[in-house]
């Protein structure tokens, strides 16, 4: 063997480490722009004179296009080419970011983070498919995936954390700006080192791409306005009926289409099924938690921004750390058994935050169960993504990963909608029965916090029927895949010439 045959595996994967890299960074940026505006806002609507019922569709237009777009996106990405999409939606969501960075009206702001949204849908499928078929199945997709779920969850609380710096050191609005950079940085250097994958010859799936759009925005917008205006809301039951019409024609056309934009194949399968709704309720709670947690910790201990976000770090840091022994851990157990494991100390730091009151101190009460949900989503995401992508054939990954962040962004925008609803049942309760001698501000912390409470606590069911979900659907401790020595030359072959 020569220097040149034995060195080649080293840069074939020397290439893909910075290929991934390239591609997660530009993750991570998609994925902090759903939580960095957080905590921001309040600046945000002094400086654009927002109303308080507006304010929330800064989060909510960016939400709604990214949401209802995913899986046009990914369809997009087999057809066109993945590399090609995700270099299109990258530059789409630099120039809105610059865009909204310079708004000078609340209408402009708004404007720019749909089209952001827009951005996102089409690049974030790209990556995770990208991720797939750069990776070949077994240990080194695993790992790879384990680095992608840890930016995708541990991201969102990142953000808070940047949210903080940011807004308190510099301004609200570059909380936006920092995308441009870093976008024109990564669409520069994309095709350098990130290959562009074989397009799948085929058409459009029209009418699924207008019913999957159409019908997941709506859904989504129902449990927006929902949230903001109470479950009884006229407009939200009518677009919850408008989706589920919607959504019924998507599933009847994709039985009929020759090439559908989402293979009703992929729920053929039942641990993949299972992983979708488990992924739905788990990002369900999580969103809700980051969501009170930051105004408990602002507005009940009174952190200051930059302090709240900082307050995040500790889980950031250990879900981390912990999802990189993943790799390591599902070899040996499987996927089922460390999901298992890890939803346990989720659902357990999710019922200690459900015991928080005004007397709740941040190193006693916050900080620990902090920790024990960092632990916990550091194990279960890299397995449950594992399970959601197993199999999946290399022509159908894209519409298989923007399956995975549809139920992300549904199951954020469902799990805000019903715990607000909850949280403020539970707080005008506390309202109508204030405790005498209590101040008026410490009355409003008791109320602030029996709220909060209920949320948690609705949170940790969602958690623990996440566990039950994968007790019984998810199959139990899988094999890793065996290449036939038939087809091993020509899965090389195609790496290769991939990587040229």
């Given amino acids: 063997m020569n220097v040149a045959e034995s060195t080649a595996p080293s840069r074939r994967q020397g290439r893909r480490g910075l290929a991934l890299t390239i591609m997660l960074g530009a993750q991570l940026m998609i994925i902090l722009d759903a939580t960095v505006v957080n905590i921001a806002l309040p600046h945000i609507q002094t400086g654009l004179h927002f109303s308080a019922t507006n304010l929330s569709w800064v989060m909510n237009a960016y939400i709604l296009t990214f949401g209802g777009l995913l899986l046009l996106g990914g369809r997009a990405g087999d057809i066109l080419g993945r590399r090609r999409m995700f270099i299109v939606g990258l530059t789409i969501f630099t120039l809105a970011s610059l865009v909204g960075g310079l708004a000078t009206t609340s209408g402009m702001l708004l404007a720019a983070r749909a089209i952001q949204g827009v951005g996102g849908a089409l690049a974030s499928p790209a990556v995770l498919a990208l991720v ?277 962004q549904v199951g954020g925008a469902l799990g805000l909608a019903v715990l607000v609803a909850v949280y403020g049942t539970a707080s005008r309760g506390a309202a109508a029965h204030p405790i005498a001698g209590l101040t008026a501000v410490a009355q409003q912390h008791h109320v602030l916090a029996h709220g909060m409470s209920a949320a948690f606590a609705l949170a940790a069911i969602f958690d623990a029927v996440t566990l039950l979900l994968v007790i019984v659907v998810i199959r139990g401790r899988q094999r890793p895949p065996t290449v036939p020595d038939s087809l091993e030359g020509a899965g090389i072959a195609e790496e290769q010439a991939l990587i040229d």
Avoid: C
């Fill in 132 to 408: 797939v078929s750069s990776f070949p199945e077994g240990r080194e997709r695993v790992k790879a995936l384990a680095i992608y779920s840890a930016v995708v969850t541990g991201g969102s609380s990142l953000g808070l954390v940047l949210g903080g710096l940011i807004t308190e050191w510099l301004s609200w609005r570059w909380v936006l700006f920092i995308n441009v950079p870093i976008g024109i940085a990564v669409i520069a250097i994309t095709p350098l080192f990130v290959a562009e994958t074989r397009r799948q010859p085929g058409k459009f799936d029209l009418a699924g791409a207008i019913t999957s759009t159409a019908g997941i925005g709506a859904l989504v917008y129902g449990f927006i306005r929902a949230a903001s205006n109470g479950w009884g809301d006229h407009t939200a039951i009518a677009s919850f009926l408008i989706a589920l019409a919607l959504l019924a024609v998507f599933l009847l056309n994709e039985r009929r289409a020759p090439q559908p934009i989402t293979p009703l194949r992929l729920f053929a399968d039942a641990s993949r099924s299972g992983s979708y709704v488990a992924r739905l309720l788990l990002v369900a709670g999580m969103m809700g938690m980051f969501f009170f947690l930051t105004q408990f910790l602002q507005d009940v201990l009174g952190f200051s921004p930059i302090l709240a976000g900082v307050a995040f770090l500790p889980m950031t840091v250990t879900l981390f750390a912990v999802s990189r022994a993943a790799p390591r851990l599902i070899p040996r157990f499987g996927p089922k058994p460390l999901m298992i494991v890890g939803l346990l100390p989720v659902i357990a730091g999710m019922a200690w935050l459900s015991q928080v009151s005004p007397g709740t101190s941040y190193w006693s009460g916050v900080l620990p169960p902090m920790l024990l949900f960092g632990l916990g989503m550091g194990v279960v995401f890299v397995p449950l993504t594992t399970v959601s992508l197993a199999g999946v054939r290399p022509e159908e990954s894209g519409a298989a990963s923007s399956m995975v962040n549809v139920m992300q």
